[in-house]
């Protein structure tokens, strides 16, 4: 059974810094996509960073393109996602997903899911 444990969340000003992990257990393929998604009060929850863990081929979505970075340790089993240069736009429970296969498909398409972190910014 796969389990996804997210961390590091919290609150920061704006222009600061944050780094999210995900620690993942039970997952015995070679091949899947992992994506850090968020959601706002009153939003649809979005994805922000996707990794292929195939490749290693990063997405970001345009609104944190050039701000946040998708990684992977893959001894640790474990995926972070470095936040810079944080807006307080960027306030969302942030939670990390995974599915096997590329990173098509929407929120939907994604059978794996964390509880979730808080990540708040002020301005």
């Known amino acids: 059974q796969v389990q996804l444990v997210e961390s590091g969340g919290g609150s920061v000003q704006a222009v600061g810094s944050l780094i999210l992990s995900c620690a993942a257990s039970?997952?015995?393929?070679?091949?899947?996509?992992m994506v850090w998604f968020r959601q706002a009060p009153g939003k649809e929850r979005e994805g922000v960073a996707y990794?292929?863990?195939?490749?290693?081929?990063?997405y970001y979505a345009d609104s944190v393109k050039g701000r946040f970075a998708i990684s992977r340790d893959n001894a640790k089993n474990t995926q972070f996602l470095q936040m810079n240069t944080l807006k307080p736009e960027d306030t969302a429970m942030y939670y990390c997903?995974?599915?096997?296969?590329?990173?098509?498909?929407?929120?939907?398409?994604?059978?794996?899911w964390g509880q979730g972190t808080q990540v708040t910014v002020s301005s």
């Open positions: 997903a995974t599915k096997v296969g590329t990173c098509s498909g929407g929120t939907q398409a994604y059978n794996n």
């Open positions: 990794i292929y863990i195939g490749t290693g081929s990063t």
């Open positions: 039970g997952y015995t393929y070679s091949s899947y996509c």
